[in-house]
């Protein structure tokens, strides 16, 4: 709570609303089994209205009320407790999100993948009382690895976790399925809230969207809006759903790429960043040619020269492999 403590105020209404009188908070050493998704229950315990620039509306207030989120921690997260991993936050259009197309990816490369409950489609109040109260908790339960934050969600859950990058600190990039950032009549930002875009640190935006889908004409508006911001857009042949596999891991893979090799990467970072090469070392190796394959070696290839790998003989021949594949 002190961290959002710079970034919130109070109304000054204690008022807390949701489940029965006996909801208890989940306590903070309650176990994670590894390779399991574990309930949480959280709270927000004062309505609150977002600070500036969001403070022209009050619509940007965020309920009191009791939460929750479920969290994915990967295998090894108990045995390793120095070790951090990145994260993903999901929320679905429905509510309850599940670990949908991140499941293998979690699993194989170890992330911790936080998924909203209550926040779906309907009153913003709700969205970002269980936004705030998830995050609060998350960043204090969780070995979240500081710059290694992401968020995503399909339709109305990409517009609701477009906001959690911006009201929340740390978050390093946002992969959009299926719609842009959430709207507002603020002239002069082509429709969209981003009046609270991170401004240090890498922060990129990924989109993954069908050829079909209705929201392709809003794309030109979201570049526009965006900026400066890095961003890129994959499609697929299908309507207004979520992305399917291939294209959330190029998004994965392009928000790291952005991620790591756009910054100076201090220490606390390399130990991921070494798993995460030795990840797409592997994967790349053993894939089909197509698709985007080229570029994501070439990613892979970026990653190993920002780690200086020459005195590490066997990641060294990861990458006189992968450049023999470009050559092929």
């Known amino acids: 709570m002190a961290v959002l403590s710079l970034l919130f105020f109070s109304m000054g209404v204690a008022v807390r609303v949701g489940l029965a009188d006996d909801w208890v908070p989940t306590p903070p050493d309650a176990p994670l089994p590894d390779d399991a998704v574990t309930v949480i229950r959280c709270a927000w315990p004062e309505t609150t209205k977002l600070a500036a620039p969001?403070?022209?509306?009050?619509?940007?207030?965020?309920?009191a009320g009791n939460y929750s989120y479920k969290v994915y921690v990967p295998a090894g997260y108990s045995t390793h407790?120095?070790?951090?991993?990145?994260?993903?936050?999901?929320?679905?259009?429905?509510g309850n999100a599940d670990l949908g197309t991140l499941k293998d990816r979690a699993r194989e490369e170890g992330w911790v993948i936080v998924l909203l409950v209550e926040a779906k489609n309907g009153a913003w109040g709700t969205i970002y009382g269980d936004m705030l109260a998830a995050h609060a908790?998350?960043?204090?339960?969780?070995?979240?690895?500081?710059?290694?934050?992401?968020?995503?969600?399909?339709?109305?859950?990409?517009?609701?976790?477009?906001?959690?990058?911006?009201i929340c600190p740390g978050f390093a990039g946002e992969l959009l399925q299926g719609a842009g950032?959430?709207?507002?009549?603020?002239?002069?930002?082509?429709?969209?809230?981003?009046?609270a875009l991170p401004k240090t640190g890498p922060y990129s935006v990924f989109l993954g969207m069908g050829t079909r889908d209705e929201n392709q004409k809003e794309v030109a508006n979201l570049q526009r809006a965006l900026g400066s911001v890095p961003f890129r857009m994959e499609t697929f042949e299908g309507g207004h759903q979520w992305?399917?596999?291939?294209?959330v891991r190029d998004g994965v893979d392009w928000l790291l790429d952005q991620t790591l090799t756009g910054r100076e990467m201090g220490d606390e970072m390399r130990?991921?960043?070494?798993?995460?090469?030795?990840?797409?070392?592997?994967?790349?190796?053993?894939?089909?040619?197509?698709?985007?394959?080229?570029?994501?070696?070439?990613?892979?290839?970026r990653l190993a020269d920002k780690l200086g790998l020459d005195g590490d003989e066997a990641r060294a021949a990861k990458v006189a492999a992968l450049k023999a594949l470009l050559d092929k």
Do not use: C
Not at 81 to 93: E, N
């Open 54 to 63: 969001y403070t022209f509306s009050e619509d940007f207030t965020a309920a």
């Open 81 to 94: 407790p120095d070790w951090k991993y990145p994260a993903f936050f999901v929320m679905s259009p429905n």
């Open 137 to 166: 908790d998350a960043v204090q339960r969780l070995r979240i690895q500081e710059g290694l934050k992401f968020a995503t969600g399909f339709s109305g859950g990409a517009r609701g976790t477009s906001m959690l990058t911006q």
């Open 181 to 195: 950032f959430a709207f507002n009549d603020v002239k002069g930002h082509a429709g969209f809230n981003v009046l």
């Open 243 to 247: 992305s399917p596999l291939e294209i």
């Open 271 to 301: 130990p991921f960043a070494l798993r995460h090469f030795d990840y797409l070392a592997g994967h790349l190796e053993a894939e089909a040619d197509g698709g985007n394959k080229t570029e994501r070696i070439k990613e892979a290839i």
